[in-house]
């Protein structure tokens, strides 16, 4: 059975750093993996998605990397700002289906 | 506006009440899930339907019931043999051939 862990749980940064977060996963038989945001009590909204034959996507400040020999991704964010203080979810997707990781809470102080 | 809209925002149940959460849709989307989201545990599953009077059990279905007489609907009811029901509850959507899932704002349910 497939299953997701992000690391830490909640991490704590000064403005402008860069940083990473990281999503690791058992089984590496996947279709795709995603990464999402999550404001307090609202939805998620997707950040990047990597197909399983990729090994990384970029969205403007964000770099998302996919290694499945070792069942881990990365999520860069470069530059950070308080406005990206949120929860990041990882989730891999498996035939339409999605299973997700617990989610770093991050908080970047001004 | 397109999108994907869960009502209501906040739900209260009373014991051996049974509730219905409202997912609606308007992207002409093909699946649609129901997950529940714990503080700490991230998402997990509790229906999927992949086309309109078909669907199939997540990984926590037990005192969940749903059903999907239209597309662009998806309602969730909690029945009374949910004896946890507690939870932020979010409704998602994709299209056919994309995997990118778009999540509605979520219903937070609480017991009185």
């Known amino acids: 059975k497939q299953e997701v862990t992000q690391i830490p749980a909640a991490l704590s940064v000064p403005e402008g750093e860069n940083l990473v977060l990281n999503c690791s996963f058992t089984?590496?038989?996947?279709?795709?993996l995603q990464w999402f945001r999550q404001d307090p009590g609202k939805g998620l909204t997707s950040l990047l998605l990597?197909?399983?034959?990729?090994r990384e996507q970029t969205s403007g400040r964000l770099n998302a990397s996919l290694d499945k020999s070792s069942g881990r991704s990365t999520l860069y964010i470069a530059a950070s700002q308080p406005g990206d203080s949120a929860t990041y979810l990882c989730?891999?997707?498996?035939?339409?289906?999605?299973?997700f990781g617990q989610g770093t809470e991050l908080s970047v102080k001004p | 506006d397109g999108g994907i809209t869960q009502s209501p925002k906040y739900l209260f149940r009373k014991e051996g009440q049974n509730v219905t959460l409202s997912c609606e849709q308007n992207?002409?989307?093909?699946?649609m899930y129901w997950y529940r989201q714990d503080p700490g545990q991230g998402l997990r599953l509790i229906y999927y339907s992949q086309i309109v009077n078909d669907f199939q059990k997540g990984d926590i279905a037990e005192g969940y019931s749903v059903s999907r007489e239209k597309k662009e609907s998806f309602p969730l009811t909690v029945t009374s043999a949910q004896k946890n029901p507690t939870a932020f509850y979010l409704c998602a959507s994709r299209i056919q051939g994309d995997y990118i899932q778009y999540f509605g704002a979520g219903t937070r349910l609480s017991v009185l």
């Open positions: 989730a891999v997707g498996d035939r339409g289906k999605l299973i």
């Open positions: 992207l002409n989307h093909d699946a």
């Open positions: 089984d590496s038989a996947i279709y795709n």
């Open positions: 990597i197909q399983s034959s990729q």
